[in-house]
C-alpha cells in the first residue's frame, strides 16, 4: 500500500496536481520502517547497472534517512528509489524501450531537484563510502 500511495504522490507532483490528501495517509512510522530494508533492496541494482547510475540513488537513500527531511520529501524519495529499481514500470522498458527508460530518468530528475539542497558533504561522504564498499575505491578519483 505504501508504495502504491508513494508513486501516486510522485505521479500527481510531476503532474503539478495536490497531494496533501494522500501525504496524510502515510504514516512516517510506516515509511520509516520500510527505509531501513531500502538500503539492502538498492545494493543489488547498483551492482548491476555500475556506480556512476547508482550513486544518485544512494543518495536519495541517505537524504530520506535524515530526520531533518520533510515527509512529502521522503515520500517522493521512497517513490523514486522503487520506482526505478523495480522491474514494474507505467512505461515498460521491454515494450516501450528508450521511452522505458525516460521515464526512470524524469522520476529521478524531479525528484533531485527538489532535494538536492538536502545533499549535505556529510550526506556526499556516506554516499561514496558506501559505493566504495560496494564498487571497492574507484582509483580514477582517488589520483585526482
Known sequence: MLLILSIIVLVYMI???????LVR???????RANIAKLLDKLRPWAL?????????????????SDEGTPLLDKV????????????IDLLPRAVYSLLGIL????AVAFVYKR???RMTPQIEARVE??????FGIDYKEVEA
Do not use: C, H, M, Q
Request: hydrophobic letters at 45%; a positive charge; aromatic letters at 10%.
Open 15 to 21: 503532474k503539478g496536481k495536490d497531494t496533501s490528501a
Open 25 to 31: 495517509r502515510i504514516k512516517e512510522s510506516e515509511l
Open 48 to 64: 548491476k547497472i555500475g556506480r556512476t547510475a547508482a550513486r544518485p540513488l544512494v543518495a536519495f537513500y541517505y537524504v530520506l
Open 76 to 87: 517522493l524519495i521512497y517513490a523514486a528509489i522503487l520506482y526505478v529499481i523495480s522491474p
Open 103 to 106: 521515464d526512470d530518468g524524469v
Open 115 to 117: 532535494i538536492k539542497s
Open 129 to 134: 563510502d558506501t559505493l566504495n564498499e560496494w
